[in-house]
């Protein structure tokens, strides 16, 4: 008795694998299918996105006693006062320090600590 349930189980499990597989092959096939013909969307999308990170600049702007500074501009400012006191236009590093109350803008440029009026 226990061989007879267990060859018709076999026969059940084969059954069920018969009718099964020819669904999960069209599956995989159709799945396949849809990567296919996503994968240029998918490209574009990720290029798009490099481009806006790439292309991306914040602006930024100090306001007090109702006038405002640009931070892009400061930056060029001491930038350009560097080179003019260093003859060099290598910069490595570069912080500004804002003091809007000394009217004053002060920079670290390669560790060479300067300063310039807003």
Do not use: W
């Not at 060859?7 to 009718?19: C, M, N, P, Q, Y």
């Not at 396949?32 to 914040?58: D, I, L, Y």
């Not at 006191?85 to 920079?107: A, F, G, W």
Request: aromatic share 8%.
């Amino acid at each position: 008795m226990y061989l007879m349930a267990t060859e018709s189980i076999k026969d059940v499990v084969e059954t069920a694998r018969e009718k099964v597989e020819p669904v999960v092959r069209k599956a995989r096939s159709a799945a396949k299918s849809a990567e296919k013909k996503a994968e240029p969307f998918v490209e574009a999308a990720k290029s798009a996105g490099r481009q806006v990170a790439a292309g991306f600049v914040p602006e930024l702007y100090v306001q007090n006693a109702n006038r405002q500074y640009d931070c892009a501009i400061l930056l060029e400012r001491c930038k350009a006062d560097f080179e003019v006191k260093h003859h060099t236009s290598k910069i490595r590093s570069c912080r500004l320090y804002i003091k809007p109350e000394d009217n004053m803008v002060y920079y670290v440029i390669n560790d060479i600590e300067d300063k310039l009026p807003l």
